[in-house]
């Protein structure tokens, strides 16, 4: 079993930055897909951003390209989503999940195995 927590959600005004961080445990970080999903009041569940274990395969949610940075550090068993202008409309609780036995990274929620507990993130306008 893999456990993974989500930390680093707040409250930002727009133009703001953020930095989500997801530590896993209970099985080797190393060869899992990660990846950050976000989900709006009364929205679908969307995917914004993933990474192969070898960070060689990254894919991100189109409006969020060129703001957001996922990234990994498999010593700590930690990824990151770096959050840069941020604007209203990426206001969500935000899950990290994880995918193992595959290269490609899943853009749907049903390409995951294992799920966080989300962390809340707020912008204002």
């Known amino acids: 079993q893999v456990q993974l927590v989500e930390s680093g959600g707040g409250l930002v005004q727009a133009g703001g930055s953020l930095r989500l961080a997801c530590v896993a445990s209970?099985?080797?970080?190393?060869?899992?897909?990660m990846g950050w999903f976000r989900q709006a009041p009364g929205k679908e569940r969307e995917f914004v951003a993933g990474v192969s274990w070898s960070g060689d395969n990254i894919k991100y949610l189109d409006s969020v390209k060129g703001r957001f940075t996922i990234s990994r550090d498999n010593g700590k068993n930690t990824i990151y989503l770096q959050m840069n202008s941020l604007k209203p409309e990426d206001t969500a609780v935000y899950y990290c999940a994880a995918r193992s036995g595959m290269s490609v990274v899943p853009t749907t929620s049903t390409g995951y195995d294992y799920w966080g507990q989300g962390t809340q993130v707020t912008v204002s306008s």
């Open positions: 209970g099985r080797t970080f190393s060869r899992y897909v």
